[in-house]
């Protein structure tokens, strides 16, 4: 992709724009190395569920950015177990894509803002250091200076969609449970 000098978010996007919300009933669970929060467990594996011959290549990218999606709300589920969530940031490289931006508003059914600083976790780490230093006294100190660039606001009628194939996708993951640890046992006699 170099050599065409296409961003592979882009090609991403221009692949899975074309496809409609819900992937045609084309379901990933992106657990394709295990899956970290909430769940912990090593033994998840990747699928794709619901697969046809009427799904392309580009069913499977709009998929799996959905799949992503699926398991970050999994995510903000346990979080709004501790309370309400007031303000959703987004930062890391997905966010080069718009699609996927607003893919993850619908699925959470919630506005997400993109900050004009996209780098979260160095930012977060410098101030961290700044606060540490005593150049800044709290984190509150920050407010300034990370503004809006875009904010994402859910499209009901994907929302709607997402809501009844997040169900499916939570489903998979509760019944697969059996499954997911005999995969993961047969594949780890592989490597042995």
Not at 99 to 114: G, K, R
Request: aromatic letters at 10%; charged letters at 20%.
């Amino acid at each position: 992709m170099e050599t065409l000098d296409i961003d592979p978010y882009d090609l991403m996007t221009m692949k899975a724009e074309h496809v409609d919300a819900g992937a045609d009933g084309l379901i990933c669970l992106p657990c394709f190395t295990g899956e970290r929060a909430p769940h912990w467990n090593s033994e998840l594996r990747g699928m794709f569920f619901g697969f046809s011959l009427n799904h392309s290549r580009s069913h499977m990218i709009r998929a799996v950015m959905e799949g992503i999606c699926y398991s970050l709300n999994s995510v903000m589920a346990a979080l709004r177990e501790f309370g309400d969530v007031k303000d959703i940031r987004v930062s890391g490289s997905f966010t080069k894509s718009k699609l996927w931006l607003q893919i993850m508003s619908d699925v959470f059914d919630e506005a997400i803002t993109l900050p004009d600083n996209s780098e979260g976790a160095a930012f977060g780490a410098a101030v961290l250091g700044f606060i540490s230093s005593g150049k800044l006294k709290s984190i509150a100190d920050t407010a300034n200076l990370v503004h809006a660039k875009k904010v994402y606001t859910p499209i009901e009628e994907n929302a709607a969609v997402y809501r009844e194939l997040y169900d499916i996708f939570t489903r998979l993951y509760q019944k697969l449970q059996g499954e997911f640890a005999d995969i993961a046992a047969y594949q780890q006699q592989l490597k042995l």
